[in-house]
């Protein structure tokens, strides 16, 4: 009898990463023969928040205008990324699904897998242990794939040790969270690679939106208000007579920004500036020229990043991207990244990846 797998992640964010993360590792395991569902599972803070997006606060007509914009903008967001899911994912029958409510499902699967992304980034899910697979009973196989908890995880891992504990398999994608686990929680536990690397870049293809704009450009995706990364696109758009496209002002993208529209953006893009993960490692899955951001807002290096590049040799390609560091951004994407290398070492890291996630959910 074919075993039936649940997902739980965080599929219905309207964050790119999140979504084709789980749509990477729903056809991953599909491929394999497996019966694969995404439990639609709600995290009540990760709810509110995108619920609260484009709340008009400020009373300047300015401000209202600006917020009445942002809610446009976040509704029509939200309608495609719904339909990508309701298209290209495979969902539980049961949805919306509360804390409350959610052993109602605990029967549902014989395997139960959490992860990628930040699942286990507990001050980002307010706490929620659902995400370590609280209500899963004894009987059924429990699974952490490539699981994040963000760049500050020391004491919020060491409160649910004893969840951690109960896994059958655990694998991490940072290799500082890697070692911590190691060390405090008598887990063993290695380092996997993100599902956008795992699955093959022909499924991104099949969903990926046609080219949307004529004029070749520089494409700027931006999870922090960073004016420099801008200052820098800028000289070089005007330098190389490219269109600027940035996900923060641009009307272009406004129009365009369903996540299959969000990977042609990349994948038709001359270069690449990015401060994102995701946005990083979709660059290299497209075989871009690109730099990513090293520093967060708060001035912290980005480690999931980090991790990443030096692992497909690419470390040069992090660095502070401002203006006082303008020619050395010019001359990295100037130089043309050697992909079939780059290749050779993500073909070790996702092949790896892989065996350990087929032989963990086969128990």
């Not at 190389?240 to 990349?266: A, C, G, M, R, T």
């Not at 893009?269 to 401060?275: C, G, K, N, S």
Request: charged share 30%; with cysteine.
């Amino acid at each position: 009898m074919q075993k039936k797998v649940g997902i739980l992640t965080f599929h219905n964010s309207v964050n790119y990463g999140a979504v084709l993360q789980t749509f990477a590792l729903n056809r991953v395991l599909a491929k394999e023969g497996f019966s694969v569902e995404v439990i639609d599972y709600v995290n009540d803070k990760i709810d509110n928040e995108l619920k609260s997006k484009g709340h008009i606060e400020e009373k300047s007509i300015k401000a209202i205008i600006k917020s009445a914009l942002q809610k446009y903008h976040g509704a029509r967001k939200l309608k495609a990324f719904s339909k990508f899911m309701d298209d290209n994912i495979d969902l539980s029958r049961e949805r919306d699904i509360k804390k409350s409510s959610i052993k109602k499902v605990a029967d549902n699967y014989d395997i139960f897998v959490t992860g990628s992304d930040q699942v286990w980034n507990l001050s980002l899910t307010n706490n929620d242990t659902t995400y370590f697979l609280d209500f899963v009973p004894d009987k059924a196989l429990k699974v952490a794939y490539s699981v994040s908890a963000g760049d500050c995880f020391n004491e919020d891992i060491k409160s649910v040790d004893s969840l951690v504990k109960k896994f059958n398999a655990v694998s991490v994608r940072e290799t500082a969270l890697n070692s911590f686990i190691n060390e405090n929680c008598s887990v063993e536990s290695c380092v996997c690679c993100d599902p956008v690397l795992l699955a093959d870049v022909s499924e991104f293809m099949k969903v990926k939106s046609r080219r949307i704009m004529r004029k070749k450009y520089i494409f700027c995706y931006l999870m922090g208000n960073k004016p420099g990364i801008i200052e820098v696109a800028r000289n070089i758009a005007n330098e190389k007579d490219l269109v600027l496209i940035d996900n923060k002002s641009s009307v272009q993208f406004f129009l365009h920004s369903s996540p299959e529209e969000y990977l042609s953006w990349i994948y038709n893009a001359e270069y690449v500036l990015t401060d994102s993960f995701h946005g990083t490692a979709f660059s290299v899955v497209f075989h871009k020229q690109f730099v990513s951001d090293k520093y967060d807002c708060d001035g912290n290096i980005k480690l999931r990043i980090s991790n990443l590049l030096d692992s497909l040799g690419l470390k040069d390609y992090f660095v502070s991207i401002n203006a006082q560091n303008m020619e050395i951004i010019k001359d990295l994407i100037n130089k043309q990244i050697d992909y079939e290398k780059v290749e050779e070492q993500k073909k070790i890291m996702s092949d790896k990846s892989h065996d350990w996630l087929i032989d963990a959910v086969e128990g």
